[in-house]
């Protein structure tokens, strides 16, 4: 028996040996192909449809809009050749692209287009990704290449929202209910204008993605590009270092150096248009614009971004991204200072009491911190924050809460309590930002949603962002951003902390990508050797 | 026999919708929901919020859901996803084979190493080499699943390029031998608690045996060291460990959960994950009453196996 023990081991020894080394070595990305990775399965492939980011970052190589925002921040055009908007602001008249064909070979027509604002307003389909399209009365297509859209008012932000929106193919939708779309297959395999088309969707292990031969621009250089789904964000440096990725974004910071050091890497480092933030939940004391501006002293942003951020962000002042073209230049943060913070309070008529806590009229200044549990840096700057407050005086408990509790009904949102909540938030590189300050935006009750979940209301920010809606002039709409994040910075309806710096690693065998604030290169253009 | 595994089974029926009443009852009362996600996501606008609401009927009371849920289940619908619009019967299909791939190899790894490991400690009781497994089995148990998949990434994906770091398949290759070399680490790490405390266990439920009359009846019989070992003491120590590999059915589908995650294996853990993180009822109620029943498997197998075991025990 023990002789047998010891041949079944061997043999067990053996196999495990020729196991590891057969087959091709690991690390190696065949020439033509692309390999990138998200960390969950795309839910949904059509754009208007879809949840999760993970879903956008490959539905964008599928679709086109009539006009794109490229990697410069410039708008450039796409299934659209031109446009012109009539003096009120009303009618928006675009000349579409001759001979453009669906990746199914059909043609890309007027119709599509107007099919499109027809999907994203249709009450029955489960529409999550749809603004703008609400402000249409009518379109019209004079011919299979003109679209004529007919405003109900002025509306600024059109180009960004609709404009700048995937188009879909009417002849996949044209004999669907509503529920079918729901559950179309369309969903999983897209049909699209774009560069790329959906081969291969391997639930939870990769989306393949081949070179469209019908596309209407440069021919792909790639013949593919794969993206795996693989859910842990160690797992995916790891992936990144033993050579298994073309490319891999959004780095943390603690694993920088140790990437850096994976030879061949490039680094390209940029700014995203997502901004760090704590919400202040206006219920007692936090009404109060001094409270809030004090707060803002009493928080050390240049110490969370040295210490927490390891440098891989930049202060914050406004909700515009700082190297994009809407934000106020001459704001500058409020400096980390103690002294000016309690001098602002102690005008607001707060005295020490037990324990050192401020007290105004018998009540303790009580402000919890919040963070989400999921994000350890938003963990840390909790407690460098709650420090600092808790030596201005307040009564400060740090928690922290997943997504789902922090944000949904019961959650510390809804108590009718002063708190404070940290997390990230951004309107990308646009300005619209009505949703976040407009007082028509603050919820009603805990079932109903609402962005201003802060509850700030000034009338003057109100009809600010009102009249920006409505000016469609370039100049007189950034005159009116200039002053609606000078109200946010005076009324502190959040304190601002940080941009986030992106990281994301290229490896050496990849041309042609390169990536900013506002986007990537267009990756008909990327190869690898 | 039949008798009784079918009492078991019907007992089980009902067991399964009083656990399915008490977990859709929490997951409703839980803070947040599936609109949770969009809550904090600033391209959707608040009136498409209001309008999913009432779209995915979560307008109703929770009790009214589930009745309809419950409805749904007993006429073999498990109703649809609420992020794919897809049946969650065909979602799960698609990740069953992987989840079932890595937990056969997972089991299969914890049989073949744990028995050598017991067998071996137990044989060499308090000498070196058993102490050394004893530490090495604490060790194991103590050590986080996740860092300890992490650890095996680097030296043997990174560093010595040997195994793929994570995925179940090269793109593109489908051959069994690169299924095996995708299955090696995640097998282990998914095992290692299962090859820890049953091995601790054989040991301890060998030196039991060891001690007993019979035993020492064998050896001056003058039957030979091997034959007494198989025959008359494995035998009898395997009670505990056939518990143990019972209640582990479902410890193994719960423990794909982190494995797969690190691992990106497209199985059946991941997905129940992310139902948890996105609160999709639907997925979440699936993933729930699949180890709910995994449990009341697991115990039915253990018991059903004491028999064959034992002759003393009768089932009535």
Known sequence: MRASWRTAMVCVALAALAVSTSGVATGAVPAGTFVTVVSENPDNLNPYLHGLLASSTVYRFVFDSLYTLDWTGQWKPGLATSYAVSPDGKTWTFNLRPGVRWSDGQPFTSTDVKYTWQFATDPDINVTYATGFDKIASVDTPTPTRVVYHLTEPFAPFKDEVAGAAILPHHIFATMSAAQINRAPFNQRPVGTGPFVVTEFATDDHVTLSANPLYWGPKPQLRRIVIRIVPDQNTQVNLMKAGDLSLLAGIPPARLDEVRRTPGAVMKRFLAPVYELIQLDEYGFLKDAAVRQALDFATPKASIIKNIMKGQAEPAVSDMVPNGPWANKSLTPRPFDLGRARALLQQDGFRPGPGGILTKNGRRLEIPLWALSSQQTDAETMELIAQSWRALGVATDARTASAAALFGQNGPQWNGKDAALIFSWGQGIFPENKINWSSAYIPKDANAPGENGERYSNPEMDRLLAEAERTVDDAKRHAIYDRIQAREHEDVPVIFLFWFMNNTAVAANVRGYDVSTFGETPPEGWSTR | ?316
Request: glycine letters at 8%; proline letters at 5%; charged letters at 15%.
């Open chain 2, 1 to 316: 026999m039949t008798a009784y595994v079918a009492r078991r089974a019907a007992q089980a029926v009902v067991l399964l919708v009083a656990v399915s009443f008490v977990s859709y009852a929490i997951m409703s009362a839980a803070p947040g929901g599936p609109l949770a996600v969009y809550l904090h996501n600033p391209e959707v606008t608040p009136d498409k919020i209001d309008l999913l609401r009432h779209q995915l009927g979560l307008d109703r009371p929770w009790y009214a859901r589930y009745v309809a849920w419950l409805g749904g289940l007993a006429e073999g619908h498990w109703g649809y996803s609420y992020y794919t619009g897809r049946p969650v019967l065909d979602m799960i299909g698609e990740r069953l084979p992987a989840t079932l791939t890595l937990m056969a190899a997972a089991f299969t790894l914890a049989l073949g190493l744990s028995f050598p490991i017991g067998l071996y400690a137990a044989t060499h009781k308090y000498r070196w080499g058993d102490n050394l497994l004893s530490f090495g089995s604490f060790f194991a148990w103590a050590m986080p699943t996740f860092w300890f998949g992490l650890m095996l990434q680097l030296l043997f994906g990174v560093q010595l390029r040997l195994l793929p770091v994570a995925g179940m398949h090269e793109i593109g290759v489908t051959s069994a031998g690169d299924l095996l070399r995708h299955l090696v680490m995640p097998a282990m790490v998914l095992g290692l608690g299962s090859i820890a405390s049953w091995s601790r266990y054989l040991r301890s439920s060998l030196l039991d045996t060891l001690n007993q009359d019979y035993v020492r009846t064998a050896h001056a019989k003058g039957l030979p060291d091997s034959r007494v070992l198989r025959r008359h003491v494995l035998r009898n120590s395997l009670m505990p460990i056939v518990t143990l590999m019972g209640l582990d059915l479902p410890a193994l589908f719960s423990g794909a959960v982190v494995t797969e995650s690190i691992f990106g294996w497209p199985g059946m853990g991941r997905l129940f994950l992310s139902a948890l993180n996105n609160r999709d009822y639907p997925l979440q109620m699936a993933g729930l009453m699949i180890s709910a029943a995994l449990l009341i498997a697991g115990n039915l197998l253990a018991d059903l196996a004491y028999a064959a075991l034992d002759p003393r025990i009768r089932y009535q």
